[in-house]
Structure formats: C-alpha cells, structure tokens
C-alpha cells in the first residue's frame, strides 16, 4: 500500500527528471576534473547518452536502479505492481536495443548504475570508469608494432657465414 494518495504520487513521480540527475552531476563533475572534455545528451545517438566522449569513442549511460531495473538493487512497487513490472521491462529492452545499436556503430558502452555512486563506492566506480576510458583509447589508437626485419617476423635473417679474412695492413693476419 502506498503512503500517498494517488494525486500526490502522481505529483512526486512527475518531478523525477530525466537529465541533468545527482549521479551525471557526480560522473560530469569528476570527468572534468580530471581533463576529460565530454557533450551531454546527445539527441542524434540512439538512446541519446548521457556523456558522449567522442575522442574515446565512449558513451556513457547513468541509469537510476528502479528505472532501468537493476538487477542487484531494484524492487517492484506494491501497488500496480502489473504496470511497473511492464515499464521496467521496456525500459530494459529499450536500453539492450539502443546499445546494441550504439555497438554496431561503432562506440563502447559504459553503463553506471546509481548504486554505484553511493558514498562507500563512489571513488572505485570512478576510478575503475576512467581506467576503462583510457585503456579503450589506448586500444582505439595504439600504433601497430613495425615490423623489426623486412620479412615481417620477430628474427633477424639468417645471416651468411664469411670466412675469415685479413683486415687493413695487419701483417700478422695475412701470415696466417
């Protein structure tokens, strides 16, 4: 049973926004801290991510634990739990579907879940988040080893023996 009547529920859950939430603020503020330049809710990708690196080649979705039915912390309403359990649910496929699209094109996605920016995590989420960021542009631009022998391999030719012979005006060397 809910605490609130069905107007007041109603004016509650209307005021949720969608952009610009406590969690982006947490990861935008950090990311900017630290160097990183970003755009937000960018409207022409699928599923319009909430930071877009693009010198990374990264999108980055921060997603609220009930909205987006998180596994390890969401719960269901008590009272029209139907309509919940069916709007997380598209919620869910909407999000397997804008990032696999988000994939086919070409970027990596990053997902943080609002539970993971509680006080007692926040700093290994963030520092595990920019570790992945780096390590994808080292990969995205790493610069392919050349070739150290014109065959291509990792051995030196195999190199044709000469025999001996005598070097400059050494007088000993020629006697033999």
Excluded at 22 to 42: D, M, Q, T
Excluded at 49 to 67: A, M, Q, S, T
Excluded at 101 to 114: D, P, S
Excluded at 147 to 174: H, I, K, S, T
């Amino acid at each position: 049973m809910d605490i609130w009547s069905k107007k007041k529920r109603s004016a509650v859950m209307a005021k949720i926004r969608s952009k610009d939430t406590k969690p982006e603020w947490i990861v935008r503020r950090y990311l900017y801290a630290r160097g990183y330049r970003y755009r937000k809710n960018v409207k022409g990708l699928p599923g319009t991510p909430d930071i877009v690196l693009r010198k990374y080649g990264i999108v980055i979705f921060v997603h609220g634990c009930f909205w987006h039915g998180h596994e390890a912390d969401s719960h269901i309403p008590k009272s029209n739990s139907d309509f919940w359990r069916e709007k997380i649910a598209r919620n869910r496929r909407r999000d397997a579907r804008n990032k696999a699209e988000l994939k086919r094109m070409g970027w990596k996605v990053m997902t943080i879940w609002e539970c993971q920016l509680k006080p007692a995590v926040r700093q290994q989420t963030l520092l595990e988040m920019e570790y992945h960021i780096n390590h994808s542009y080292l990969e995205r631009f790493r610069v392919k080893k050349p070739a150290l022998y014109p065959q291509g391999e990792d051995v030196p030719p195999a190199l044709a023996a000469e025999p001996d012979a005598p070097y400059g005006n050494d007088p000993q060397a020629a006697d033999g």
